[in-house]
């Protein structure tokens, strides 16, 4: 099974500043089709998860610029510029390379 | 507008049985692999099971292999998660989602004596 590996467990933010979440996998995520299956995702407080960064990089629609991804083929980066109150919950990576999909554990974002 | 809404969820005893249903709107369900994901108490996201377009394919972690069945009917818009031989391990919410991209609200499975 392919393990993604986040870090931290939680960050504490004040508002207006920049907050970045790592996601290390442990097999490449790069398909044959040369996407890159890495998502991200934010479930807030008592909600369902939604969906935020697809196929690595690319920006879920209605979800603001300020949420940016990069990477490579195992190690990813999620940046949140200008941290608003909004942004408060567990954000998770996952991928959809093969079966069993699998998640991250969390990194847990809170307001300073 | 795009939703996904799920039912059939509560409270059960081991060993009992309990289906899931996931009702699609505003999109062409049919174009869409399914799957459901669900997430323990205070605990992370675990995928449960996914299946093809047609329903064709399907695909199960190993813990619920041979316990639950994922089916799916596109005329209906309706996926489902028929769950057999139930244990308090698969007390959780379970979510709906488009494969992995649109999720729904969630459906609460307890299960205990």
């Known amino acids: 099974d392919i393990v993604l590996t986040q870090a931290p467990l939680s960050v504490s933010v004040t508002p207006g500043e920049s907050a970045s979440i790592s996601c290390r996998s442990s097999k490449s995520l790069l398909s044959s089709k040369g996407i890159t299956s890495l998502y991200w995702y934010l479930q807030r407080p008592g909600k369902s998860p939604q969906l935020l960064i697809y196929?690595?990089?690319n920006l879920a629609s209605g979800v603001p610029d300020r949420f940016s991804s990069s990477g490579s083929e195992t190690d990813f980066t999620l940046k949140i510029s200008k941290v608003e109150t909004e942004d408060v919950g567990v954000y998770y990576c996952g991928h959809r390379l093969e079966y069993p999909l699998t998640f991250g554990s969390g990194t847990k974002l809170e307001i300073k | 507008e795009v939703q996904l809404a799920e039912s059939g969820g509560g409270l059960v005893q081991p060993g009992r049985s309990l289906k899931l249903s996931c009702a699609a709107s505003?999109?062409?369900?049919?174009?869409?692999?399914m799957a459901w994901v669900r997430q323990a108490p205070t605990k992370g996201l675990e995928w449960v099971a996914s299946i093809s377009y047609d329903g064709g394919s399907t695909y199960y972690r190993d813990s619920v292999k041979g316990r639950f069945t994922i089916s799916r009917d596109n005329a209906k818009s309706s996926l489902y998660l028929q769950m057999d031989s139930l244990r308090s391990e698969d007390t959780a919410t379970y979510y709906c989602t488009t494969g992995l991209l649109l999720w729904g609200q969630g459906v609460m499975v307890t299960v205990s004596s």
């Open positions: 196929q690595m990089s």
């Open positions: 505003g999109f062409t369900f049919s174009d869409y692999y």
